[in-house]
């Protein structure tokens, strides 16, 4: 089949969250399968200065003229090839991405993120329509895709040609919905009708999610149990009634984890690696660990890491409601994630008060988090929602029991061990700073019983999570489709 993904990330040359990694691993292993895949990306900054995309790899494959509204806006796009069959395509103007960063300047999203993609998505469609790429399945992701179905086929409409026979919409995280003012939807050249309640307006704005949700042939989530919350109000963020009404083309596929890159047998930034059948490898990672963090090396009490933005789905705030439990109990906690300035600010105000036991880096830092995956004997993520998830399944398969919430895909990934005392992986808990508190005593309770916390870490390291089920499941699902 010939597969089209249209992502704003993709590892390793953009990233800031899992979307990255799930379309770096599932475009891959489907190229690996023998599928012809063309992934479209934004030419970031980034991107370009990537040192697998240098130049004489990147081949320049033409201008760009995009009609925007009233005027029309000029670009090019160039392709690299990382892979057999597998080809990376760049939609480049500088005036939109050649920024240091994808959404915003740090303290809030970039104004004209609306022209940003809606020149993204008509110049995937526009590259689409001049190369005769003729695929069988379009995939967009996130809202920043959310326009394509419906550009693709007024260009289809407008040329009387057939672009693609199916397009997919999936759903990473609801909570970003892509929302701009009304006005910026003359830009897409789309008819006005369109504004209207049964097409993207939301609340008086233009929602670009609630375009890929209504009108691409099918809709995806990332968890079978995300695909259920999100037809609730509680979980929905006011989409909720939008995805009852697809809920017959609506599916829930779990993620999986790149082997290649995460794996402690053969990951290339721990200082030791590690099996299943040896763990000595992971001892020296937790020293190392301590040791970076300040912390005595040998320190055998219980250290707990995070690894996460620093939003408030990832729960942070219910960490930090728990300070008396830092203070109290002998345990270290490392914590690496940057965001929301205000979580930042409370985080190191913990730090702050707790030098000793809490150690905190506001960065995005690849080999930290290795670290801190391997190093940690808990992996807390305690996310107020979470549509899939792939810490708590990096964290199994590297012998770090996840203390995680009830919610999303963390229920479909991690099996408690009061509900299944003989295959548990993790615990599991209410979204509460009661429930985290809950958690983080009951992992207290598991570390003191080594026979039972290795029996544990046995258990979430036979997991195999790999992507090559996941992209099985997808492969399946885009075969059925067309
Ligand atoms: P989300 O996409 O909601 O952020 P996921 O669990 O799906 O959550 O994926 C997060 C990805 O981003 C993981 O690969 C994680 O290791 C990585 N990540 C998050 N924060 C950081 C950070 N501060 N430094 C390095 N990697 C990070
Ligand atoms: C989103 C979600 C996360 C998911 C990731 C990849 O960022 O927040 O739960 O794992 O997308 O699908």
Redesign the pocket.
Known sequence: MKIVHVASEMFPYI?????A?VVGALANELARKGHEVTVFLPGYRSVIEHPDVAPSLRQSLGRLRIEMGNRFMSGDWQAFSPASNLRVCLVCREEFFDRRLPYGNGERDYEDNYLRFIFFCKAVVEIMRSTDLDADIVHGHDWQAGLLPLLLRAVEQRYRRNLAMRTVHTI??IAFQGLFWMGSFYRTNLPAELMGIDGVEYYGQASMMKAGLLFADRVTTVSPQYAREIQTPEFGCGLDGVVQLRVDDLSGMI?GINHKIWHPASDKLLPANYSREDLEGKQKCRTELLREEGFDPEYQGTVFGM???LTE??GVQLVLANQEFFEREDVKLII???GDQRLEEAVRKLCAALPEKVAH?A????R??HLV?AGSDFFLMPSMF???????M?SQVYGTVPVATRVGGLIDTVVDIEDDPEAGTGILVEATAEGVETGLTRALALKADPDRYSAVQTNGMKRDFSWKSAAEAYAAFYEELV
Do not use: I
Not at 15 to 19: N, P, Q, S, Y
Not at 363 to 366: I, T, V
């Open positions: 990233k800031t969250g899992g979307l990694d990473h995280n993620n690894v996460c933005r789905q990832k690496l994630g940057a880096h960065a995005l830092d690849e930290l988090s995956e979470e549509p899939c998830g792939l810490n708590q990096y």
